[in-house]
Nanobody
Framework: QVQLQESGPGLVKSSQTLSLTCIVS?????????WSWFRQSPGKGLEWIGY???????YYSPSLKSRASISGDTDKNQFTLQLNSVTPEDTAVYYC?????????WGQGTQVTVSL
């Protein structure tokens, strides 16, 4: 069973880069899952940010593509989201997830607040 844990700062200043890491246990990020990031802002639904495949290929939401980047560290078995030029509208609970034939797994989520 895959276990996921988000890690990163809870407070980021506007115009800076948000960086969150998803620490994976129970499976390898080189295995065939969609290693994904989502977020949920106050009063809004769940928003897909993007995912990284086991091959290293990445895909992003069109609305965030210009600012988002997902990378992987196979030695540490973790993958990282970077979101550039953040604004208070990027304040949300951020979730990592793994989705595939082996099942669907979610991290518990981490609150990120962007201050002015």
């Amino acid at each position: 069973q895959v276990q996921l844990q988000e890690s990163g700062p809870g407070l980021v200043k506007s115009s800076q880069t948000l960086s969150l890491t998803c620490i994976v246990s129970g499976d390898s990020i080189t295995n065939n899952f969609f290693w994904s990031w989502f977020r949920q802002s106050p009063g809004k639904g769940l928003e897909w940010i993007g995912y990284r495949l086991y091959s290293g290929a990445t895909y992003y939401s069109p609305s965030l593509k210009s600012r988002a980047s997902i990378s992987g560290d196979t030695d540490k078995n973790q993958f990282t989201l970077q979101l550039n030029s953040v604004t208070p509208e990027d304040t949300a609970v951020y979730y990592c997830g793994a989705f595939g034939q082996g099942g669907d797994y979610w991290g518990q989520g981490t609150q990120v607040t962007v201050s002015l």
